[in-house]
């Protein structure tokens, strides 16, 4: 099993399939190399992706856990241009303005310069991306500038972001490329008008899937002791 | 590798270990099974979990993505029985509202009956649970009661989550019981105090981790067509 396990995280190639077995037989691809190897992928080929497979990776998105089992999320699946080019318009207003700051701020850090080319060429190439999942919250109350309590608010999204990870960790063992956007959702009063979403449904992010041009690449992660604290903030653990 | 699947998937009852070799093996399990079988397990027993194992399953949690890679979460594990009693109180306050409500609401189905009376067991039991893994975001300037965009708050949000489905996830695999609670948090502020969080950081939620009690039943989820929406809110899949 952990010969198994090593090759698995090895095998960082996975070609485009139509085989919906083939689909199952990746989907079986250890859950600790599904998370090491998961990552942003945001150049995709535009190929379309199976219908099916798209579907089987929101039904495991649906596995995840829902506020008192609400399961009050929606996903909109979009693959027509013309619905893409309208949201590439939002996303190339939003990210003139975050863009420019991310790289005003932190554009000199060779990380974060590459970053900010990935998702570049994603807001240039928006309407290449075959498939646009977006991921919507039914209910909760939210209205636009309306305060709530903070943990309303964590428990409201904690409702749909535990069933984008399993979206994203499922279309990473498939092989897909997968990144998890909201700027083109920046204004959801225009989001719902494209989407035909009624007011009793928030859009929350976007998930666009595509077969992958590259590969899936290494990632870079804090070590896990610096984000730990024992019992109380600022404790952290002796090591052993 | 589909015989090696199906194995796994029935592998329901896994027994307590300290095995960190072990934890490694069962972190292997497929990613279907892992998702297919994750759900809720509130009765845990009291029995101390190895620190390792919450720190192992606390570096998958980091394995998931946060917006801009910010990697601002920060994890408080709590095992101090005093402060899990003084969190134990705000649970309680926030479940004699929400709970109370529930039962009235939806109190007469058996499924949501069900849930409810594990909850209660959890704000009861609180105390015994053998570890809370608080998880919280740096930043993000959310401010109690002060109003942001939609949007603004999901994309906040979406950087813990996707690591708390991760720290589920990886629970799941290695045969610990866990949960998402955000109840014992309702007073942010009370919740700073109590972990000692300076304003800077926000508790978004718990997950209390212990060796189950029972088993990991089945779950009930919607049908997959009846969540996906195809181009626009409202258009459904033709069957095919």
């Known amino acids: 099993m952990a010969i198994f ?8 190639e996975l070609t485009p399939t139509d085989d919906l077995d083939e689909v199952e037989r990746r989907l079986a691809m250890p859950l ?7 990552r942003a992928v945001r150049r995709v080929l535009p190929d379309p992706v199976h219908p099916r497979i798209v579907r089987r990776c929101i039904e495991l998105a649906l ?10 999320w929606e996903f909109v699946v979009v693959t027509d241009r013309e619905l893409k080019e309208r949201l590439q318009v939002q996303y190339r207003r939003a990210w003139s303005v975050y863009g420019t700051a991310g790289e005003r701020l ?8 590459k970053i900010l080319r990935s998702v570049r060429w ?5 309407t290449e991306i075959p498939v646009l999942v977006v991921a919507c919250l039914r209910g909760g109350g ?13 428990s409201h999204y904690g409702s749909i972001y535990p069933s984008v990870q399993n979206l994203l960790l499922a279309a990473r063992a498939v092989g897909l490329g997968a990144s998890l956007i909201t700027l083109p959702l920046w204004s959801t009063t225009v989001a ?3 989407l035909g979403l009624p007011l009793s449904v928030e ?5 666009p899937l595509g077969w992958p041009r590259g590969r899936y690449g290494p990632k870079a992660r804090k070590p896990v002791d610096a984000v730990i604290h024992l019992e109380r903030y600022g404790a952290r653990a002796a090591a052993d």
């Open 142 to 154: 939210k209205l636009p500038y309306v305060p709530m309590p903070a943990i309303a608010a964590s």
């Open 106 to 113: 932190r554009g000199g850090d060779p990380q974060t310069a």
């Open 32 to 38: 600790l190399d599904a998370m090491v190897t998961q």
């Open 122 to 126: 994603q807001v240039d190439h928006f």
């Open 63 to 72: 596995e995840g856990p829902t506020g008192s089992n609400g399961q009050n």
């Open 5 to 12: 396990a090593r090759l698995t995280a090895m095998d960082t």
């Open 192 to 194: 719902r008008r494209i």
């Open 203 to 207: 859009p929350c992010c976007i998930v």
